[in-house]
């Protein structure tokens, strides 16, 4: 929608943006993933193997990416983060993040091994993997990522779809038992904004990802007409004050691969605020390497 627009502006930030929010499973996990969005009418624009999905990132500028994943069952995710550590290993742009299921005996180990070589931090992802982040089986791990310095990643909010397991009501007690943890939040918290923007204000770790929810409507419409996306209400909509109050609280960040429309189109919903080069710098990679203690 903004596409040449996008061609000048981009020029600031090509070579240097962080995405915080993008997806790297082994194939024959990719292949089931898709199959599942595809019988719900939810498009993905880019298919292609890991090491493929990781040269189209860097053909637009990306400079650095995360690698969430997560298990679905237990006895899951240490496969799960072996293949990450390799992968990270040939990908070196890559932010290596790993995964737990809380039911998984030798967890603490487990993340202290990868802790040890490299990795960032975990994701969760409580309405595919059916716990709650409040679960106290999580309480020890989340000590850990405290203790060492690490970050969750957590899709928390009700957007695109919801369960009960997601939602502010089952987040919240987290952040109120682990108030310096570092937490990146998936999706700004959609659909409960108002919740987690108090959560950021109150907690000083607290980051929220702008994955999916800046996509321009005229984007979101094209894609449900030609039905490659669910016709889900994306918030796009938001107080420009509250987000230059959140500046240095908001990071870039996809769901790439599992969009149906441009890579682009991420790129230009952040764009089209206009709300200045200070925040947009901010926002494509210098918080996310504050977070992260990138170089």
Same mark, same amino acid.
């Given at each position: 929608?903004?596409?040449?627009?996008?061609?000048?502006?981009?020029?600031?930030?090509?070579?240097?943006?962080?995405?915080?929010?993008?997806?790297?499973?082994?194939?024959?996990?990719?292949?089931?993933?898709?199959?599942?969005?595809?019988?719900?009418? %939810?498009?993905?624009?880019?298919?292609?193997?890991?090491?493929?999905?990781?040269?189209?990132?860097?053909?637009?500028?990306?400079?650095?990416?995360?690698?969430?994943?997560?298990?679905?069952?237990?006895?899951?995710?240490?496969?799960?983060?072996? %293949?990450?550590?390799?992968?990270?290993?040939?990908?070196?742009?890559?932010?290596?993040?790993?995964?737990?299921?809380?039911?998984?005996?030798?967890?603490?180990?487990?993340?202290?091994?990868?802790?040890?070589?490299?990795?960032?931090?975990?994701?969760?992802?409580?309405?595919?993997?059916?716990?709650?982040?409040?679960?106290?089986?999580?309480?020890?791990?989340?000590?850990?990522?405290?203790?060492?310095?690490?970050?969750?990643?957590?899709?928390?909010?009700?957007?695109?779809?919801?369960?009960?397991?997601?939602?502010?009501?089952?987040?919240?007690?987290?952040?109120?038992?682990?108030?310096?943890?570092?937490?990146?939040?998936?999706?700004?918290?959609?659909?409960?904004?108002?919740?987690?923007?108090?959560?950021?204000?109150?907690?000083?770790?607290?980051?929220?990802?702008?994955?999916?929810?800046?996509?321009?409507?005229?984007?979101?419409?094209?894609?449900?007409?030609?039905?490659?996306?669910?016709?889900?209400?994306?918030?796009?909509?938001?107080?420009?004050?509250?987000?230059?109050?959140?500046?240095?609280?908001?990071?870039?960040?996809?769901?790439?691969?599992?969009?149906?429309?441009?890579?682009?189109?991420?790129?230009?919903?952040?764009?089209?605020?206009?709300?200045?080069?200070?925040?947009?710098?901010?926002?494509?990679?210098?918080?996310?390497?504050?977070?992260?203690?990138?170089?």
């Amino acid at each position: 929608m903004y596409a040449d627009d996008w061609r000048t502006r981009v020029s600031h930030y090509q070579g240097r943006i962080i995405d915080m929010h993008t997806h790297f499973f082994p194939e024959k996990v990719f292949e089931s993933i898709w199959e599942w969005f595809g019988k719900r009418l %939810w498009g993905v624009r880019y298919k292609d193997t890991p090491d493929g999905l990781a040269e189209i990132l860097r053909g637009f500028g990306v400079e650095r990416f995360v690698t969430y994943n997560y298990a679905h069952r237990e006895g899951m995710a240490a496969g799960l983060n072996e %293949w990450t550590a390799g992968f990270a290993q040939e990908h070196p742009e890559a932010i290596p993040f790993g995964t737990v299921m809380p039911g998984d005996d030798g967890n603490l180990a487990m993340l202290e091994d990868l802790f040890d070589r490299g990795f960032f931090g975990i994701k969760i992802q409580p309405l595919v993997s059916d716990f709650y982040p409040c679960d106290e089986r999580m309480f020890e791990v989340y000590q850990l990522l405290l203790e060492r310095g690490k970050v969750l990643a957590v899709h928390a909010g009700t957007a695109p779809i919801a369960n009960q397991y997601v939602g502010a009501g089952h987040f919240e007690p987290v952040m109120e038992r682990f108030p310096e943890l570092k937490v990146v939040v998936a999706h700004m918290g959609a659909y409960e904004l108002d919740r987690f923007f108090g959560m950021v204000r109150t907690y000083p770790n607290l980051y929220l990802d702008t994955a999916v929810s800046f996509i321009a409507p005229a984007v979101v419409a094209e894609q449900v007409a030609r039905g490659r996306f669910p016709p889900l209400p994306i918030p796009h909509e938001f107080d420009p004050e509250v987000l230059l109050e959140f500046s240095e609280r908001i990071l870039f960040g996809t769901d790439y691969p599992h969009f149906p429309y441009e890579y682009e189109d991420c790129m230009d919903g952040i764009l089209a605020l206009d709300l200045g080069e200070e925040f947009e710098r901010k926002v494509f990679h210098e918080n996310a390497r504050g977070l992260l203690s990138l170089d």
